[in-house]
């Protein structure tokens, strides 16, 4: 079946430095990629997807590439701010179904 | 921008009890859905519903679960008999056809069974 594997958090960062949170996936067929994004109280907030392999979702300054050759979709920023401290989440669909399969999650925590 | 809205924000319900999840979607969105997240675990898929019908579910969407589209605006999860295991926060979500992937999120129900 399908799944999503997520690094561990929390991730803790100070402002300004390089953010990188690891996805990789596991599908049966040509997955469409997700980040979403949960800040505290909210709910999930689409942040970038990518459609087909060496496609790179952005939004906001972050950036994902989808790499089938390496199953990962790894999200990054080059300068973090403190208002990017939220949970992340990684997801994917699969081709002909409508679900999301969702990584665990991983907090970000950036200090000033 | 439109949103998806849901409400309550929190329901308390005793367990064997009935509960509502109510939700209303983006407004000229046509796919529906529910997530559910239970405390410190991944975000899981139970329903997506389309053209008022279940289109695709999830081993966890049993029969004591239910969705309904009551009216134009509303989109409905009941839980007949509401058990412990059933705490979680539930999301809904939609997006606006079947060519369009994006799915978006209301800020979800957290539902605590005593």
């Known amino acids: 079946g399908n799944s999503v594997t997520q690094m561990e958090g929390p991730v803790t960062l100070s402002e300004e430095a390089f953010l990188t949170i690891n996805c990789t996936y596991t599908a049966t067929g040509y997955p469409s990629l997700f980040w979403y994004v949960q800040y505290p109280g909210e709910g999930l907030q689409l942040l970038l997807k990518a459609t087909k392999a060496d496609d790179k979702g952005s939004n906001k300054g972050f950036e994902a590439t989808y790499r089938k050759e390496t199953t990962s979709f790894h999200l990054e920023k080059g300068s973090v701010q403190v208002s990017d401290s939220a949970v992340y989440f990684c997801a994917l669909k699969d081709t002909g179904r409508r679900a999301l399969t969702f990584g665990s999650g991983t907090r970000l925590q950036v200090q000033p | 921008e439109p949103e998806v809205t849901q409400t309550p924000s929190h329901q308390v319900t005793q367990m064997g009890q009935e509960v509502i999840l109510r939700c209303v979607p983006i407004?000229?969105?046509?796919?529906f859905y529910w997530y559910r997240q239970i405390l410190g675990q991944k975000v899981e898929f139970l329903v997506s519903?389309?053209?008022?019908?279940?289109?695709?579910k999830s081993e966890i969407f049993d029969d004591q679960f239910s969705v309904e589209r009551p009216d134009g605006s509303n989109f409905t999860l009941k839980i007949r008999s509401t058990k412990l295991e059933d705490s979680a926060m539930y999301f809904c979500?939609?997006?606006?056809?079947?060519?369009?992937?994006?799915?978006?999120f209301g800020p979800g129900t957290r539902l605590t069974v005593t």
């Open positions: 979500a939609s997006s606006e056809d079947r060519l369009v992937e994006e799915q978006y």
């Open positions: 519903f389309y053209n008022n019908e279940i289109s695709e």
């Open positions: 407004s000229n969105h046509l796919y």
